[in-house]
């Protein structure tokens, strides 16, 4: 049985290896788009759902995240919200989000997560009725976004926030890097039976050129190595230098930078 008012999420690649996600709210007929990676694009797949855009919600200010802001700005004349702390960074941005912030689409609860890292002002959105979670480059399956403008010790604060969330949460994550991200984590989490199983499918997926995402909590706690840099193996494989919970994670994610 399908409820006609549950929130309808539709997700498409775009550019090299980013993913579109527009999510539509059937009773308010509010739409979100959740960044912009490739305005063309997304104006396609709103028009072949009849779908109006009413929100931009951006996650960060990289030109793959919020590139499109004006051109669907212009056409559609909907709103942006993005992080505050990035104002200036975000084209046409008119709604300034902090942590704990909730906005809605229809009676749906979309709630502001801070988490910096990869940016010094990236955001992530939790839908709590749907235990969904649009991660843009924070959380990879099998990954975590490169720290372009924070440290290790705001991105593992970052990660925890997320680990916090319940474990069914489903999670769309903005790039396609999950096969590269297991080929890394093979490399310092081995024997990990759930990696393997999860190898085995993704490239069966990504062989039939379908995604590997959305992910979800539970699976990314049992392979991701940035969730889980104290597993024996883990900490094994990096040796007996780094002994604490946060150098070790600084430790994987320089290895996964040189990988
Ligand atoms: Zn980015």
Not at 42 to 57: D, F, V
Not at 71 to 91: S, T, V, W
Not at 171 to 184: D, G, Q, R, S, V
Not at 212 to 224: H, I, Q, Y
């Amino acid at each position: 049985m399908t409820d006609k008012n549950a929130l309808q999420i539709h997700m498409f690649p775009c550019l090299s290896d980013n993913y579109g996600f527009l999510v539509h709210d059937p009773a308010s007929r509010q739409t979100a788009s959740i960044d912009t990676p490739d305005a063309d694009v997304i104006s396609r797949e709103l028009e072949a759902r009849n779908w109006q855009l009413t929100h931009i919600l951006n996650t960060h200010h990289h030109f793959d995240h919020a590139g499109g802001n004006l051109q669907l700005k212009e056409h559609y004349a909907c709103r942006i919200y993005g992080p505050a702390h990035d104002a200036e960074r975000i084209p046409g941005m008119d709604i300034r989000l902090k942590e704990g912030d909730i906005l809605t689409l229809g009676a749906h609860e979309i709630r502001v997560m801070e988490t910096p890292g990869h940016t010094s002002g990236h955001i992530v959105y939790y839908l709590p009725q749907q235990r969904i979670l649009f991660a843009g480059d924070t959380l990879f399956s099998v990954g975590c976004g490169r720290l372009f403008e924070g440290t290790p010790a705001q991105m593992w604060d970052s990660l925890g926030k997320i680990m916090a969330l319940p474990e069914d949460t489903t999670i769309y994550c903005a790039h396609e890097y999950t096969l590269n991200n297991i080929e890394f984590a093979r490399s310092i989490d081995r024997n990990n039976k759930d990696l393997e199983r999860y190898y085995q499918e993704a490239r069966q997926l990504r062989s039939e050129n379908r995604p590997t995402l959305p992910t979800t909590l539970s699976l990314e706690l049992r392979v991701n190595p940035f969730l889980r840099p104290d597993a024996p193996a883990i900490a094994e494989t990096l040796g007996a230098g780094d002994s604490e919970t946060l150098a070790r994670f600084a430790e994987i994610r320089r290895r996964k930078d040189r990988f």
